[in-house]
T-cell receptor
Framework: AQSVTQLGSHVSVSEGALVLLRCNYS??????LFWYVQYPNQGLQLLLK??????LVKGINGFEAEFKKSETSFHLTKPSAHMSDAAEYFC???????????FGKGTLLTVNP | DGGITQSPKYLFRKEGQNVTLSCEQN?????MYWYRQDPGQGLRLIYY???????QKGDIAEGYSVSREKKESFPLTVTSAQKNPTAFYLC?????????????FGPGTRLLVL
């Protein structure tokens, strides 16, 4: 069975500071990994995804994530936080024969002026 | 302009009542999904459909039903058997149900119990 653990349900940073949102996964087969963002009372929007190939994945809005197989991690980073980055972020994993997408419980990012 | 629409944005259910949430997509996607979102719980899969006239239960299907009569439409009915229906419901679609396929989400419907 696959699973996702997002470390920290709430992360607070200052505007202009580094954003680091942590995601660890468990999968019995090579995983496909996703980060989604959700603004209040809206649906989820894909930020980036890892399938195969380059382990550093660049996404929209200046976000990127690095797949580290040895650490079973897929942490999301952005060099400089902007007020508009305040939202909830979800990491998700897909792997195995059932093609199911399993989500973490989410991390709420707050950006302080 | 392609995308997924969900209606209504807010829905109120009375005790013992069945309610239906609408989901329509014009992306020509084969696969569609329904998720339930509760605060601090992430998203949990209710039902999914890979093709017209076929659908499968997800992890929390009890108290819910779906149909897939058209490729574009995948309505979800919350029945009176669902004892705790208050949640945010998200519909999604993907080109097909396959590893690595991106799921695209609608704006959601918030269901509240009167």
């Amino acid at each position: 069975a696959q699973s996702v653990t997002q470390l920290g349900s709430h992360v607070s940073v200052s505007e202009g500071a580094l954003v680091l949102l942590r995601c660890n996964y468990s999968s019995s087969v090579p995983p496909y990994l996703f980060w989604y963002v959700q603004y209040p009372n809206q649906g989820l929007q894909l930020l980036l995804k890892y399938t195969t190939g380059a382990t550093l994945v660049k996404g929209i809005n200046g976000f990127e994530a690095e797949f580290k197989k040895s650490e079973t991690s897929f942490h999301l980073t952005k060099p400089s936080a902007h007020m508009s980055d305040a939202a909830e972020y979800f990491c998700a994993v897909s792997g195995g024969s059932n093609y199911k997408l399993t989500f973490g419980k989410g991390t709420l990012l707050t950006v302080n002026p | 302009d392609g995308g997924i629409t969900q209606s209504p944005k807010y829905l109120f259910r009375k005790e013992g009542q069945n309610v239906t949430l609408s989901c329509e997509q014009n992306l020509n996607h084969d696969a569609m999904y329904w998720y339930r979102q509760d605060p601090g719980q992430g998203l949990r899969l209710i039902y999914y459909s890979q093709i017209v006239n076929d659908f499968q239960k997800g992890d929390i299907a009890e108290g819910y039903s779906v149909s897939r009569e058209k490729k574009e439409s995948f309505p979800l009915t919350v029945t009176s058997a669902q004892k705790n229906p208050t949640a945010f419901y998200l519909c999604a679609s993907s080109i097909r149900r396959n590893l690595g396929e991106t799921q695209y989400f609608g704006p959601g419907t918030r269901l509240l119990v009167l």
